[in-house]
């Protein structure tokens, strides 16, 4: 079956520091690739997503780009800052009719200091 | 409505009280979705809607846990006589249920914190 594994937290920053969350996939067929975002006390909200190789989502000065070739989905942002802090979900979700239930990572905490 | 809505955002019960979340999917959403979600915990899948029948209830994780959607729309998950282990978020998210889940994803509401005391 499908599954994504991303890098465990928390990932600890210095406002300013350069971001990377890796997240690798595991799926039959060509999923669309997300990121969810969840801030303290909060849902979930779609921070960027990615439907076919070699696209590259970006929202809010974060950046993934989807990478067939060693199944990667790796989040990134140049530059953080406090209001970052929150815990990061990648996402995968097959495409066509009868396949709605995806398949989520286990979140990564992202604590970013000033 | 413009979002999912959830209800009531937070929730204290005794252990052994029955319990029902609310979830209100964005209108016209099709497709409904509840999970859980633990301290520190990942999400965790409990059942999915598509118009008012569950096709997967896979994830409902024992018969103490139930839940109905009516006429499209609201859904209800009721927990039975609560267990501490049942303290989580319930989250709920909704779909258009016309497969471009692949392509927009899901609209999740701001969950429910149920603490079973």
């Known amino acids: 079956g499908d599954s994504v594994t991303q890098m465990e937290g928390p990932v600890t920053l210095s406002e300013e520091a350069f971001l990377t969350i890796n997240c690798t996939y595991t799926?039959?067929?060509?999923?669309?690739l997300f990121w969810y975002v969840q801030y303290p006390g909060e849902g979930l909200q779609l921070l960027l997503k990615?439907?076919?190789?070699?696209d590259k989502g970006s929202n809010k000065g974060f950046e993934a780009t989807y990478r067939k070739e060693t199944t990667s989905f790796h989040l990134e942002k140049g530059s953080v800052q406090v209001s970052d802090s929150a815990v990061y979900f990648c996402?995968?979700?097959?495409?066509?009719?009868?396949?709605?239930?995806?398949?989520f990572g286990r979140g990564t905490s992202l604590i970013v200091h000033p | 409505g413009a979002g999912v809505s959830q209800s009531p955002s937070n929730k204290v019960t005794e252990k052994g009280k029955d319990v029902e979340l609310r979830c209100d999917p964005i209108?016209?959403?099709?497709?409904l979705y509840w999970y859980r979600q633990s301290l520190g915990q990942g999400l965790e899948f409990l059942i999915y809607?598509?118009?008012?029948?569950?096709?997967?209830k896979s994830g409902l994780p024992s018969d103490r846990f139930s839940a109905e959607r009516t006429g499209g729309s609201v859904s209800t998950l009721t927990i039975q006589r609560t267990q501490q282990e049942d303290s989580a978020v319930y989250l709920c998210?909704?779909?258009?249920?016309?497969?471009?889940?692949?392509?927009?994803?899901?609209?999740f509401g701001s969950g429910t914190r149920l603490t079973v005391v």
């Open positions: 996402a995968l979700f097959p495409k066509g009719r009868g396949s709605y239930i995806p398949t």
């Open positions: 209108s016209g959403h099709t497709a």
């Open positions: 998210a909704s779909s258009s249920g016309t497969g471009g889940e692949g392509y927009y994803g899901y609209t």
């Open positions: 809607f598509q118009g008012n029948s569950a096709p997967d």
């Open positions: 990615a439907t076919k190789a070699d």
């Open positions: 799926a039959t067929g060509y999923p669309s």
